[in-house]
């Protein structure tokens, strides 16, 4: 297939549909890890057509919803500093601190600005060498590289005026800890191709070994996410669990190497808070020790934090798939996507955001049930 369309063809969806019914004997569960792809699956109604009783359960792949809420209450803190310019994507400057979002510290005079890429970052605190600009990074491997190379940047300018706060999660980690859950349903999972293509596929072979578990490295289309959960569902029915990829048109077993010692070069692997999942070990990145002049934290010292999540916010329980947007009291009510309590409801990769879209609706059911 060469054009966009053809991954979308509805004849050959249609026939992996029905060639996953004829192969499926049991009800599996598979988690796809990544946000893009529950958008995908929610959207175009994959999820509800798959065979009786197999489900997918939308995992924790959402960069800013895994963000802690103690890194964005840092931020708001940061940038309510005098003579400090926030810069971070749209996304994240939307979704709710303890005390409001980044946006409205910027309708209360906080100098906050939306950017495309870390670049852009450093480019203002060049041109603006009288102002102290950090970027929040946060994001998967896949945001890695570029965040590694603006601080590559940034040094290479002689910039003192630039830092990152910096909030950067592993996936493998977080795979290894919803399968020790003694509460884990997930049989399968769909990686997001997105990530392999920067970090390769190797770091999954142990967990797929140990854990017992298929893992299809899977592309972002309707067509890509039906071949991989026919060649996971394939996986299961014969027994076997290996890592598999899909997405052969962009992921390479080692992945891509420059980007990778770019990231090496820069960060360190640190223990990290997952909104959601708690604190997990050697799951995130920081700057390394020859960077640490670029750690906003470091830089920015803003005193105790007191965070308060939401009170009617699941969001915990849909990060690691226990509930469905549409279990939450607030989902649809006083949650939408323009007056969102929680992340998930705020970004392009949000579950709630994806369930909200595509119009599903509140459950009036047991907030127990898992589907
Ligand atoms: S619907 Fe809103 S309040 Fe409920 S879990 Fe999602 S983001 Fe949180």
Excluded at 5 to 26: G, I, S
Excluded at 101 to 108: F, G, I, K, S, V
Excluded at 111 to 120: E, N
Excluded at 310 to 324: E, F, N
């Amino acid at each position: 297939m060469r054009h966009l369309d053809e991954y979308r063809d509805p004849l050959l969806a249609r026939a992996l549909l029905e060639e996953t019914a004829a192969v499926a004997t049991r009800p599996w569960r598979l988690m796809e890890v990544c946000g893009g792809q529950t958008h995908t699956l929610v959207r175009q109604g994959i999820d509800e057509l798959l065979p009786a009783g197999m489900r997918m359960i939308h995992g924790p792949g959402c960069p800013v919803c895994v963000t802690p809420l103690e890194v964005l209450d840092r931020a708001l803190a940061i940038a309510a500093r005098p003579g400090t310019v926030l810069t971070s994507f749209g996304d994240i400057l939307r979704v709710p601190g303890t005390q409001g979002d980044l946006l409205t510290q910027r309708a209360r005079g906080a100098d906050v600005r939306v950017v495309y890429s870390p670049m852009d970052a450093v480019e203002i605190a060049r041109r603006e060498p009288e102002r102290e600009v950090v970027f929040l990074a946060v994001g998967f491997e896949t945001t890695a590289p570029a965040n590694a190379m603006a601080v590559l940047h940034a040094e290479h300018l002689g910039l003192d005026n630039f830092s990152m706060l910096v909030s950067h999660v592993l996936v493998p980690p977080a795979m290894t800890t919803l399968l020790e859950s003694p509460d884990c349903e997930v049989q399968a999972f769909l990686a997001a191709g997105h990530v392999c293509a920067v970090m390769g596929w190797t770091a999954y072979e142990p967990i797929a070994a140990r854990y017992k578990v298929p893992i299809v490295i899977t592309g972002f289309e309707p067509l890509d996410l039906l071949e991989g959960i026919l060649m996971a569902v394939r996986q299961l029915e014969r027994g076997r669990a290996e890592v598999e990829n899909q997405y052969a048109r962009a992921v390479r077993r080692t992945g891509n190497t420059d980007a990778q010692n770019a990231v090496r070069r820069v960060f360190e692997i640190t223990d990290q808070v997952w909104r959601g999942l708690g604190p997990l070990p050697n799951s995130g990145l920081r700057l390394a020790g020859d960077f640490a002049r670029y750690d906003a934290a470091l830089r920015h010292e803003v005193g105790t934090l007191r965070t308060i999540e939401h009170p009617d916010c699941i969001a915990g329980a849909v990060l690691t798939g226990s509930r469905l947007p549409t279990h939450c009291p607030a989902y649809g009510s006083s949650c939408t996507p323009r007056t969102p309590l929680g992340a998930p409801m705020v970004s392009a990769e949000g579950t709630c955001a994806a369930f909200h879209a595509a119009g599903r609706q509140a459950l009036a059911t047991n907030p127990g049930s898992p589907a």
